[in-house]
């Protein structure tokens, strides 16, 4: 038999399929510094935050490189994420 992968995402993809297609409006989706944002991991590998910060609010504190940084509190801690403009949604 063959051995199981073990892979960053083997046993949680169903947890980040989306209904909706990955869309180049998804991909290019501009932030300004300031901007209050929530985390939506999907499917799409690039710029993935870890899942345990899914739909956790935060502030885009700058732009670094294609993805952005978010500042989020965690517990008593503020935290910086990395994340691509897929895994982001404008809070209102």
């Not at 180049?24 to 300031?34: P, S, Y």
């Not at 710029?47 to 978010?70: D, F, M, Q």
């Amino acid at each position: 038999m063959v051995k199981r992968s073990k892979g960053a995402l083997s046993k949680n993809t169903k947890k980040l399929a989306r209904k909706k297609r990955t869309t180049v409006t998804d991909i290019i989706r501009k932030f300004a510094i300031g901007q209050k944002v929530i985390l939506t991991p999907t499917a799409f590998r690039g710029g993935l935050p870890h899942p345990r910060y899914a739909n956790r609010h935060g502030i885009v504190v700058e732009e670094r490189g294609k993805s952005y940084v978010v500042r989020i509190r965690d517990g008593n801690m503020m935290k910086n994420i990395i994340a691509h403009p897929i895994h982001l949604k404008l809070s209102k």
